[in-house]
């Protein structure tokens, strides 16, 4: 039981220690605090220097960490090892970005040599597509590419296009169509010509219902407008670890990209669903995109506990999430082309860690995944980071910038990022009663409009972040900054004894919405009066009166 372990026991008491220094005093105290608390990984440096942590606390964490098997954990995970036991299959994302020679065993068979080929497929298809060669039904080149999926068939790949569109060239742009939402669908097509535009269904089980929907749309679409059946296989290809299934949906087993078992949704970014992205910026950028994440997945694998930057920003996030009670975790990217980021964050970390069950079945008495939320900056700072600087809630921040932008104009990149600086410097100085009061003694305000403004004004500050930065969001920072949080969310799974690699809450959702479905199309209401509460009823039934209506 975490709780009863003498490491977290220790940090229990440490807690109230680190209640009576403030980060400002540590600052005043410690001018290498910055130096001290900074480390770099595959191209990224963290500076978690403006957290409530001293020396001592962060060898209370690496010993929590130690004393949870966080080594043996983590090698457990790159050898292919089961620690997806409710679904009993290992989680290997490490094998698709792996650049080292060696194999990695999944039941007796090494999988590199299928994970290569899929990759050597994957450049040959992009090759004809972006050189022409690989037309259309009017033998025109492909201009549009739509990538038809949801949850983790989506968002990564979003997330790295959008964050790569410095390097996608001219030649092909990219849709995501992913909501069951009619909306979605006719905004992405509208303005698509068909004669160009080429389709790729992803889906891990090839039984999603949003995006076997939005297929079977698109394929209509397609033949509504100038296609035939037999330029099906010219327009339309799939990423599945289900073939069977996606050839009975009509796809050509040719045009069909195999992901594997082994490869958990929100991870399949590095598989051949990442295959929108490798058309967008080229095979060439891809491979960069792997290389950064396997950059990462070494420095992960390899460096000690206290200088491994997904272990530490996992204890970090562990000392507030148990210790000091926060419920959520802000991402903050002050980055244009980064703003998909706290999306593809929040589905990786909230499906992976959002459980209150334990791997063997007991209930947790502990606190687990947050809630990871944000936005782009500095949007948010003249919205919701009021809330940050003097809300009752304690939410710890990520701030992520790049050194150099893509798009140098005027002197907007400084000014991003002396908002970015400035926010986490407010964040952990704060304001106190007393230089609220001298300020508004400046500005000339009586003694008694002073009593009620000035604690109104104070700005509690010690309030944790983390900086992290980089020389520029190029393919293979966008690769390594994207593995470092998987390997964090791993590392807290495992100090929590949950598994990371299941999704139930997501299954149950799908079951109940085929039956609320089957609801809403039945004819009469005798069927379904039995089967649902009052409320789900109503609501069906509310509905069904206006669609009868229509
Ligand atoms: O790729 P698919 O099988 O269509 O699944 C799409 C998504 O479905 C669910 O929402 C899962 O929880 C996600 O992890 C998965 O990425």
């Given at each position: 039981m975490l709780t009863s372990l003498p490491e977290y026991q220790a940090l229990s008491q440490h807690y109230s220690d680190v209640q009576q220094t403030s980060m400002r005093q540590w600052f005043e105290q410690n001018p290498n605090r910055f130096t001290e608390y900074t480390l770099q990984a595959a191209g990224i440096t963290l500076d978690?220097?403006?957290?409530?942590?001293?020396c001592e606390t962060m060898q209370k964490l690496a010993d929590l960490a130690r004393a949870r098997f966080i080594p043996e954990a983590i090698e457990a995970m790159f050898k292919g090892d089961l620690v997806n036991p409710s679904e009993g299959r290992?989680?290997?994302?490490?094998a698709l970005r792996n650049f080292s020679d060696g194999p990695v065993m999944v039941d007796g068979k090494d999988v590199m040599p299928e994970v290569r080929k899929t990759l050597t497929r994957m450049k040959e298809f992009c090759w004809r597509i972006r050189n022409q060669h690989w037309r259309g039904f009017s033998n025109k080149p492909f201009t549009d590419v739509v990538s038809i999926g949801i949850g983790g068939s989506f968002l990564g790949p979003k997330l790295a296009s959008q964050a790569l569109k410095p390097y996608w060239g001219k030649k092909i742009n990219c849709h995501y169509l992913a909501n069951i939402d009619g909306s979605n669908l006719t905004e992405v097509l509208q303005g698509l010509n068909p004669e160009t535009t080429l389709f790729i269904v992803q889906?891990?089980?090839?039984?999603?219902q949003e995006t076997l929907k939005n297929a079977i749309e698109c394929r209509q679409w397609f033949l509504d407008n100038g296609g035939q059946e037999s330029d099906l296989p010219r327009h339309f290809t799939a990423v599945t670890a289900n073939v069977e299934k996606a050839k009975a949906f009509g796809i050509n087993e040719k045009n069909i990209f195999p992901m594997w078992d082994w490869v958990g949704g929100r991870y399949s970014?590095?598989?051949?669903?990442g295959l929108p992205l490798m058309l967008t910026i080229g095979h060439e950028n891809f491979k960069q995109v792997l290389q950064g994440a396997h950059e990462m997945d070494v420095h992960f694998r390899t460096a000690p506990l206290e200088q491994n930057m997904p272990v530490i920003m996992a204890m970090l996030g562990v000392w507030y999430i148990n210790?000091?009670?926060?419920?959520s975790h802000a991402i903050l990217p002050y980055d244009h082309y980064l703003r998909g980021l706290p999306a593809h964050i929040q589905q990786l970390d909230m499906e992976s860690n959002?459980?209150?069950?334990?791997?063997?079945?007991s209930k947790l008495n502990y606190q687990a995944g947050p809630i990871i939320w944000g936005g782009v900056g500095s949007n948010g700072q003249h919205a919701y980071h009021q809330l940050l600087h003097q809300g009752t809630q304690f939410v710890p921040c990520d701030f992520i910038m790049p050194l150099q932008t893509h798009n140098p104009v005027d002197s907007f990149h400084e000014l991003l990022i002396s908002n970015c600086l400035s926010q986490s410097q407010a964040l952990m100085q704060g304001k106190t009663l007393e230089e609220a009061k001298e300020e508004l003694r400046k500005e000339g305000k009586s003694e008694r409009e002073i009593a009620v403004l000035a604690p109104q004004k104070v700005i509690p500050g010690n309030r944790p972040s983390n900086t992290i930065f980089f020389d520029k969001a190029n393919p293979k920072i966008v690769g390594a900054l994207i593995a470092l949080y998987e390997h964090k969310v791993f590392v807290q799974g495992k100090i929590w004894d949950?598994?990371?690699?299941?999704?139930w809450g997501v299954e149950l959702g799908k079951q109940l919405g085929n039956q609320v479905h089957a609801a809403i199309q039945a004819e009469g209401d005798t069927n379904i009066?039995?089967?649902?509460?009052a409320s789900t009823l109503g609501l069906i039934k509310a509905f069904r009166s206006m669609k009868h209506k229509l």
């Open positions: 978690y220097s403006k957290n409530r942590v001293a290992p989680a290997l994302h490490t889906s891990k089980s090839f039984g999603t970014l590095w598989s051949a669903i210790f000091f009670n926060a419920q959002g459980k209150s069950v334990d791997i063997h079945g949950i598994n990371s690699f299941d999704q009066d039995n089967h649902f509460d």
